[in-house]
């Protein structure tokens, strides 16, 4: 069993930055990939960004790359997802989660096996 919990979140004004964090349980974290999905009011979720175990492989949407940096600390257990350039349209519940054994694309959250309770991103303009 994984345990996610999500910080970070906040209201920022438009072109402002926030990063957030997921801090995970458990003595595997390292063989774990984690991503990052976001879900907007009425909209359906969203990938954001993923990272392999080791941290060598990064995935980013191309809604936020360019912008977005997903890296990981697996001597703390935790992922990061550093947010620049904040859009209006990046308000969302942005939620960690972390797959082992069924990610394929790592882009499809059905791929993922455990999830955080979200954090609430707001972007102002």
């Known amino acids: 069993q994984v345990q996610l919990v999500e910080s970070g979140g906040g209201l920022v004004q438009a072109g402002g930055s926030l990063r957030l964090s997921c801090a995970a349980s458990?003595?595997?974290?390292?063989?774990?990939?984690m991503g990052w999905f976001r879900q907007a009011p009425g909209k359906e979720r969203e990938f954001v960004a993923a990272?392999?175990?080791?941290?060598?492989?990064?995935y980013h949407a191309d809604s936020v790359k360019g912008r977005f940096t997903i890296s990981r600390d697996n001597a703390k257990n935790t992922v990061y997802l550093q947010m620049n350039s904040l859009k209006p349209e990046d308000t969302a519940v942005y939620y960690c989660?972390?797959?082992?054994?069924?990610?394929?694309?790592?882009?499809?959250?059905?791929?993922?096996?455990?999830w955080g309770q979200g954090t609430q991103v707001t972007v102002s303009s």
């Open positions: 989660a972390a797959g082992r054994w069924r990610i394929r694309t790592a882009v499809a959250g059905d791929e993922y096996d455990y």
């Open positions: 458990g003595r595997t974290f390292s063989s774990y990939f």
């Open positions: 990272i392999s175990g080791g941290g060598v492989n990064t």
